[in-house]
């Protein structure tokens, strides 16, 4: 039977919902104006580096085996069924209820198997909202404190593609082309996240 979960990279999966849940405005900025003060972050990196999201990835990691046990274990069932109802005389009884069991298990397992498919993309939806969420909220809290007038997200997409409409929608999702060093915040954003996840881990 074939498995319906589609392992896919969980970073990829951020890419897609970065795309749809940020909106970006672009504004007129004087670059000679005195005193104005940008800031560039990096969300992938952030996605990537932030503890929380490694643990809650582990979280969905083991949720998901634990939904492919119970299916490998409702197959081994079938199978074993199956392989007892070979041995029956045909046209018997015992044989025709056999089957009829082997269809009713097989109709419970493929709607077992869309219920957790269901569940784990539910699970990765609210996560990656989630700690999007807590990451624009970080960055909204450290531009107010040290008193940016501009943050803007980085997003260094990689091109090689073999369809145009791929290609094109990586070139529309970048928004940062060239910055100095010197404004690059991801690293600060990074740490501000992790430290207060660490205190709120020592407290469980």
């Known amino acids: 039977?074939?498995?319906?979960?589609?392992k896919t990279p969980i970073m990829c999966l951020v890419f897609v919902l970065l795309a749809s849940l940020t909106t970006i405005y672009m504004?007129?900025?004087?670059a000679e104006a005195e005193?104005?003060?940008?800031?560039?972050?990096?969300?992938s990196g952030v996605f990537e580096k932030y503890e929380k999201r490694k643990d809650m990835d582990q979280q969905l990691k083991d949720m998901e085996k634990e939904f492919q046990?119970?299916?490998?274990?409702?197959?081994?069932?079938m199978i074993d069924l199956d392989e007892e109802t070979q041995?029956?005389?045909?046209?018997?009884?015992?044989?025709?209820?056999?089957?009829?069991?082997?269809?009713?298990?097989?109709?419970?397992?493929?709607?077992?198997?869309k219920?957790?498919?269901?569940q784990l993309l539910r699970r990765y939806k609210d996560f990656f909202e989630k700690i999007y969420d807590e990451v624009v909220k970080k960055v909204e809290g450290i531009g107010e404190k040290e008193k940016y007038d501009l943050i803007i997200k980085k997003e260094e997409p990689e091109l090689k593609s073999g369809q145009i409409s791929d290609l094109q929608f990586?070139?529309?999702?970048?928004t940062v082309l060239y910055h100095s060093k010197a404004v690059d915040i991801t690293a600060s954003i990074i740490e501000h996240l992790?430290?207060?996840?660490s205190k709120e881990k020592n407290k469980k």
């Not at 504004?27 to 004087?30: E, L």
């Not at 041995?87 to 198997?113: F, I, Q």
């Not at 990586?170 to 970048?174: A, L, M, Q, T």
Request: aromatic fraction near 8%.
């Open 1 to 6: 039977m074939k498995n319906l979960f589609i």
């Open 27 to 30: 504004i007129p900025v004087n």
């Open 35 to 43: 005193g104005f003060k940008i800031g560039i972050v990096d969300i």
């Open 69 to 77: 046990n119970e299916i490998n274990k409702k197959r081994k069932e």
């Open 87 to 113: 041995l029956l005389d045909l046209g018997s009884e015992t044989r025709r209820k056999n089957e009829d069991m082997l269809e009713r298990k097989n109709v419970e397992l493929e709607g077992y198997a």
């Open 115 to 118: 219920f957790a498919e269901r």
């Open 170 to 174: 990586k070139i529309g999702i970048r």
């Open 194 to 197: 992790n430290s207060e996840y």
